[in-house]
Nanobody
Framework: QVQLVESGGGLVQAGGSLRLSCAAS??????????MGWYRQAPGKQRELVAL???????WYAGAVKGRFTISRDNAKNTVYLQMNSLKPEDTATYYCNTVINPLPYWGQGTQVTVSS
């Protein structure tokens, strides 16, 4: 069974920070060996990729979050993080952790981030 569990969402004022966590089942997913991504989806909008980390530790960020968000992993905890700084109201969305075990994508349940103005 593949399991990804996000946590760390909540309410925050504009300009504030949150750190999201994605804990993966070690028996099925080793985050050190996989490309792990963070996506977000606001109501009525498409789900979009905001950050990813590859198995060689290189990263990618969407232009809307670049310079504000940082993706990282803790291999000992088998957990991927998304540090979100300088949050804006437009960052409000449900955030999902994702990986692909070919050929299937796997998703967590999502964690809600709400940024007030």
């Amino acid at each position: 069974q593949v399991q990804l569990v996000e946590s760390g969402g909540g309410l925050v004022q504009a300009g504030g920070s949150l750190r999201l966590s994605c804990a993966a089942s070690r028996t099925t997913v080793s985050v050190s060996l996989k490309i792990m991504g963070w996506y977000r989806q606001a109501p009525g909008k498409q789900r979009e990729l905001v950050a990813l980390i590859r198995n060689d530790d290189t990263t990618w960020y969407a232009g809307a979050v670049k310079g504000r968000f940082t993706i990282s992993r803790d291999n000992a905890k088998n957990t991927v993080y998304l540090q979100m700084n300088s949050l804006k109201p437009e960052d409000t969305a449900t955030y999902y952790c994702n990986t692909v075990i070919n050929p299937l994508p796997y998703w967590g349940q999502g964690t809600q981030v709400t940024v007030s103005s």
